[in-house]
């Protein structure tokens, strides 16, 4: 079946270790992204690329890196930078890296990340 | 940068009523207006969309409406059952950037 799988479902992190979201679509979409999702708070853009080898931040990138080496694989690592990373974690694709941008969105089914 | 204001964060109706979440947006050029349903444990999936050059777009028991003019756009759903119950973003694509802007979600609760 094609879609996209986040691994871990469940991470720990203790204090001042980085730690890395796996995120692996077979959807032959170009563009990836990754969200930050906090309760009451919506969704939250980290990062995004919208091609192999390029990526931009969104809103909220620091203690936060990523890559995009392979089309299919846009790994997420939460640094010891990043303060509050306790979250919920969502990957997604869309198949359109133009300059509209704006295809649709296929989720991943997330990865909880808790702070030891 | 473009925000999305959603309302209410809450909502609770009987089945077979209807609900109605409503959004609005603050940049003009935006263009792209998609709903998101999000079960417990589970990420969003996209329920139904709309562009610009729409105003109403319907989809069994589901229908979106767009007014440009006043910047806002709404998610209608009819006879409600428990299993609509879930959390419902609205989202819009600004043309000055490449990725959604959420609004903070509206937590559906139908009860039978």
């Known amino acids: 079946d094609g879609g996209i799988t986040q691994s871990p479902k469940y991470l720990f992190r203790k204090e001042g270790q980085n730690v890395t979201l796996s995120c692996e679509q077979n959807l032959n979409h170009d563009a990836m992204y990754w969200y930050r999702q906090d309760p009451g708070q919506g969704l939250r853009l980290i990062y995004y690329s919208q091609i192999v080898n390029d990526f931009q931040k969104g809103d909220i990138a620091e203690g936060y890196s990523v890559s995009r080496e392979k089309k299919e694989s846009f790994p997420l690592t939460v640094t010891s930078a990043q303060k509050n990373p306790t979250a919920f974690y969502l990957c997604?694709?869309?198949?359109?890296?133009?300059?509209?941008?704006?295809?649709?969105?296929?989720f991943g089914s997330g990865t909880q990340l808790s702070v030891l | 940068g473009e925000n999305v204001e959603q309302h209410p964060s809450t909502l609770s109706v009987q089945e077979g009523d209807s609900a109605v979440i409503k959004c609005t947006y603050s940049?003009?050029?935006?263009?792209?207006f998609p709903w998101y349903k999000q079960e417990l444990g589970k990420g969003p999936q996209l329920i139904i969309d709309?562009?610009?050059?729409?105003g109403e777009k319907k989809d069994q028991r589901i229908a979106v409406t767009l007014n440009k003019t006043a910047k806002h756009f709404s998610l209608h759903i009819t006879e409600t059952q428990p299993e609509d119950s879930a959390v419902y973003f609205c989202a819009a694509h600004s043309n000055s950037g490449y990725a959604l802007n959420f609004g903070k979600g509206t937590s559906l609760l139908v009860t039978p």
């Open positions: 940049d003009s050029a935006s263009n792209y």
């Open positions: 709309i562009r610009s050059n729409v």
């Open positions: 997604a694709s869309s198949r359109d890296a133009t300059g509209t941008g704006y295809g649709k969105l296929f």
